[in-house]
């Protein structure tokens, strides 16, 4: 692990791996060549969430991408997390476009910039898969939530992680299965990341749920400076709480009408009020 502007930058054990691999295969100068790229590819969020004001905490470096933490997701709005997201293959684009001026020119050596051109390819395209953690898995999350309720959005988006993992297992197998050929032992090993961390991440939803509920007043506070109208939730009194937070978009401010059985309003509760009654009831003595 290095600190770079004060962000911690590690190795996941996968790229060690993977590392290890290139060194017995001969293939170490391509294997630096992809950490370069994928090092660039990371810059590009960083400087996009900076751009924000979100400051990044670490990043961890993958053979497919990165894994940036950022210290308030709070502040991410849809619109900023599609652009933090996007700014990863838009550096790997702009590497593109260098290595072909340069290779148009005949300027460096015409092989390695094929390399560069590929690998950049490669990372860019793979990275817009809709999986989790992939910046196209953050993309689809962001665009579910515009119009499912964020409970629902963290299930969808974790099945359809789920399932694309699961594609590019079968994949990286399919030449063995199909063509008599070999197994692409790296895109196995990135496939069985991806699903075993895709799984954790679905069992895992009420907590990351709870911690979208304990970074709403945030999302009252930049409402209420920009005079927002606010999203009605329409609730019987015996609903439970957690059902009616359940209801909770990302991008809206909700105002909880509680109606009784002849359809009388009983009374209306801003949203900070149910999950303080919430995380009231639960809290342990």
Known sequence: MTRWLGISISLHPLFVIV?????????????ITLFVIVFIHELGHVAAAYLFGIRVISIQMLPFGGVAIMDDTSKLTVLREIV?????PFQNAVMIASALVLRSFGVGDAAFLDYIIQGNMMIALFNLLP????????????????????????????????????LVILNAVRPL????????????????????????DYRNVPYRFFRFLMNRDTVFARHLQE????????????????????????????????MNNRGQILTVLPEQKIIDSFFAANRKP
Do not use: C
């Open 19 to 31: 590392m290890i691999f290139s060194v017995f295969t001969g293939h170490f100068i391509e294997l």
């Open 84 to 88: 933090i997201a996007l700014a990863g």
């Open 131 to 166: 999986i989790l953690p992939l910046d196209g898995g953050k993309v689809i999350q962001a665009l579910i939530s515009t119009v499912l309720p964020y409970h629902k959005t963290l299930l969808w988006n974790g099945r359809i992680s789920v399932l694309f993992s699961t």
């Open 177 to 200: 299965l199909f063509e008599q050929g070999m197994v692409q032992l790296n895109l196995l090993m990135i496939g069985i990341f991806l699903l075993y961390s895709n799984v954790i």
């Open 227 to 258: 005079g927002a109208l606010a999203q009605p939730i329409i609730a019987d009194a015996a609903k439970p709480l957690e059902g009616i937070m359940r209801l909770f978009m990302r991008e809206k401010y909700h105002l909880i009408y509680i």
